[in-house]
């Protein structure tokens, strides 16, 4: 008996990480079948990504541009759907074995959740959706057959670090951190930088939303926030550490002092194919990492002073309830105020602290409380950005 190819619906397939994930699904025909495309606004990326890959279903958020993905797609008898709605919908369809979450931000909660709901597996690399509401995610998990396999590097890095270790043995996670552009800034440099600046990543190539949570560290405040329901470690066990080689991808520390990293080369296929592949390695012709052109791996500690959005995990883990939402729909408000030049990066700390001390805080929230609290705090910065 022939094995089907495993059926993925690609959410945010226009995207830097849904892009990639496309390259992995072409490359191996045999495993992997596009059996859904959907994007935000890209519809013209979207629709070439369609005639190549010809899912059964392609879905637009944006839903001013269904009707030009729908003229382009449905004579090749693609079904099209638009809205966030249909978003969500898609991640639960019944020819849908696996959902990779590749969305943007809050957007990617909703799908994630009706995904837990439909018992599908989850290739999980919008950490937003573990920051935002971590807690109902992890219980829906318990009453779900879904697994989510993360497709962070960090995360990925420590899943694999795991495999075949008692979880009671862990003694902490160390998550690595590049230390983005402004690393050696010094402080009364960083009032002045500009966008262009801060989306110059040393390492990685990715969407300008993530490289300036890179630039300020928040980045790694959420994949704090999310290796601590990924893993069931506290967040008193969970530290970063800046390594500027970006090669130690992540480490766990065991109770008897070992240590084991995951290394590897700064590419997302490596991630993106151990999740699709359900944890094993596929073979792959991908440049392999050589450790005699690595040999200086340094590590330091973060600065907080200089970035101070990495204290927000600590902060919002420690109140939890609302707290890590509140946190991501401002941080949200704010890359996209500086992205647009009506911020400076300095000013995008301050915006998320006073937001965090404005929305009312809900110690058990349910999801709509969740909606509420992410509404809210995107009113409150956004009056925050027009004062500024």
């Not at 990480?17 to 490359?27: E, F, K, N, R």
């Not at 990504?49 to 693609?78: H, W």
């Not at 800034?185 to 939303?209: C, I, Q």
């Not at 997302?268 to 791996?297: E, F, K, Q, W």
């Amino acid at each position: 008996m022939v094995n089907e190819p495993k059926r993925i619906a690609v959410l945010g397939s226009t995207g830097s990480i849904g892009t990639q994930t496309l390259d992995i699904i072409s490359a191996y025909p045999h495993l992997f079948k596009a059996q859904v495309l959907a994007a935000g606004r890209n519809a013209e990326l979207l629709v070439s990504q369609c005639m190549k890959f010809r899912p059964t279903m392609a879905v637009i958020a944006d839903e001013r541009q269904y009707s030009s993905v729908r003229n382009a797609l449905e004579p090749m008898g693609i079904e099209v759907a638009a809205g966030d709605a249909a978003l969500a919908a898609c991640a639960a369809r019944d020819d849908v074995d696996t959902v990779l979450t590749a969305t943007v931000g809050y957007s990617g909660l909703a799908p994630t959740l009706r995904a837990v709901e439909a018992g599908k597996d989850i290739a999980l690399a919008n950490k937003e959706t573990l920051v935002v509401a971590g807690e109902l995610v992890t219980k829906m998990l318990k009453e779900s057959k879904s697994r989510i396999i993360p497709v962070d590097s960090e995360h990925s890095a420590i899943y694999q670090c795991m495999v075949g270790e008692n979880p009671d043995s862990v003694s902490r996670l160390i998550i690595t951190a590049s230390g983005g552009p402004f690393r050696q800034f010094p402080a009364e440099r960083l009032a002045t930088v500009s966008v262009e600046d801060a989306l110059r990543h040393p390492n990685w190539s990715m969407g300008a939303k993530i490289t300036i949570d890179s630039a300020t560290m928040l980045n790694k405040a959420f994949e704090i926030i999310e290796a601590r329901w990924l893993f069931g470690i506290d967040a008193d066990r969970i530290e970063a550490v800046v390594h500027p080689q970006s090669i130690v991808h992540s480490m766990v520390q065991f109770v008897d002092g070992a240590v084991k990293a995951q290394l590897g080369l700064p590419d997302m296929h490596v991630p993106i194919r151990y999740a699709l592949g359900d944890a094993t390695r596929l073979v792959s012709d991908a440049p392999a990492m050589s450790l005699a052109d690595y040999a200086n791996l340094t590590f330091e500690r973060p600065d907080t002073g200089r970035f101070p959005c990495l204290n927000f995990a600590y902060r919002a883990l420690a109140s939890g309830g609302n707290a890590a939402c509140v946190v991501n729909a401002a941080n949200e408000v704010a890359v996209a105020s500086f992205l647009h030049g009506r911020i400076r990066f300095t000013d995008i700390y301050p915006l998320i602290e006073d937001t965090l001390e404005k929305v009312p805080y809900i110690s058990s929230p349910d999801i709509n409380d969740y909606v509420e609290s992410n509404r809210e705090a995107r009113l409150y910065a956004q009056e925050l950005v027009e004062k500024i």
